[in-house]
């Protein structure tokens, strides 16, 4: 029993998501090995090589898997999928547009963001917006599971003398292309890797109020910024800020809710953080009852007052 992890990587360095596959995959027995598709991505395949837990490290190079696009990536692992017992990939955009189509391919039933591994063959994940866990158990030759990397610790990205396998590249997809990108700069921790978030939401009433609120804040603390989805919408927000089932699970060492009244799709992208503030003038706001600690305050008022505080 062998399981492949799909790497995510920008052809340099191995993503954080990626160190949590691992110690999700580890958890299901056997060897590790790890795939990294890219393009002039040698050095992201050292790095993978140095991670604990990992046995082998296959590395795919060709200009096809520079990008990552989804097509390109299902028709690598599929290319080499025959040997193993379980595919992973991080429950990440790229994750979750590769693994379906990995499933298809191969006929079989993909278990979705996994919290938990019970047995090689069983798993628990969350539904109805995690308010309840489902222990979901795959008779399928080959499981692929995409794994919600905040429930699992990251393996150690030292220590590991993995070998690397160089295999050959598929060509690229005849019916996508890569055109381009247009990435957003940002100075910030990665919102999914960050040790401390505050996040505001609609209450904040204009994306003006928002930055003169937040900002300081997150600056103070050396914090990644989120927003609920009110808040996204509304435009007070730039949608990958977005925290929530319907944005990016995040689970920080510090949660700060301002102004955030705790809707369901909400609570089931921060509850698993380690420490949770929240700031809400309303006190029935359900943000509290998951809050380990709650201020009942204006965060016009309370907000900058932390500020100078600190």
């Not at 160190?19 to 056997?30: D, S």
């Not at 590395?59 to 025959?82: M, P, R, T, Y």
């Not at 991080?90 to 963001?113: C, F, H, I, W, Y």
């Not at 420490?275 to 706001?285: H, L, S, Y």
Request: aromatic residues 4%; glycine residues 8%.
């Amino acid at each position: 029993m062998t399981s492949l992890v799909i790497a995510e990587h920008d052809n340099t360095a191995i993503k954080s998501s990626t160190l949590h596959t691992i110690t999700a995959a580890v958890q299901c027995g056997g060897d590790v090995h790890v795939l990294v598709a890219g393009a002039n991505a040698a050095a992201a395949a050292a790095a993978a090589a140095k991670i604990a837990g990992v046995a082998k490290v296959l590395h795919a190079d060709g200009d096809a898997l520079g990008h990552g696009l989804a097509e390109n990536v299902a028709a690598q692992v599929l290319a080499i999928a025959g040997n193993y017992s379980h595919i992973l990939f991080p429950a990440t955009a790229s994750g979750k547009n590769a693994a379906p189509r990995v499933a298809a391919k191969l006929d079989v039933a993909q278990v979705s963001e996994i919290t938990k591994v019970v047995s090689p063959d069983t798993f628990e994940r969350p539904i109805y917006a995690g308010n309840a866990i489902a222990t979901v158990q795959s008779l399928d030759a080959k499981k692929v599971i995409t794994v919600r990397t905040t429930n699992f610790d990251s393996a150690a990205d030292t220590g590991g003398s993995a070998a690397i396998e160089t295999v050959a590249a598929v060509a690229a997809h005849a019916g996508s292309a890569y055109v381009g990108s247009e990435l957003a700069k940002n100075d910030r921790p990665e919102l999914t890797s960050a040790k401390i978030i505050v996040s505001g939401g609609r209450a904040l009433g204009s994306s003006e109020k928002f930055n003169a609120v937040i900002t300081p804040l997150a600056d103070k603390l050396g914090a990644a910024i989120g927003a609920s989805r009110a808040a996204v919408d509304a435009g007070y927000a730039a949608n990958d800020l977005q925290v929530g089932q319907t944005g990016k699970i995040v689970a920080p060492q510090l949660y700060i809710a301002c102004g955030i009244s705790g809707a369901i799709q909400h609570l089931a992208g921060m509850k698993d953080s380690k420490v949770i503030v929240a700031i809400n003038k309303d006190a029935e706001a359900p943000i509290f009852s998951v809050a380990d600690y709650g201020l009942e305050a204006d965060l016009f008022v309370a907000i900058p007052e932390l500020v100078k505080a600190l």
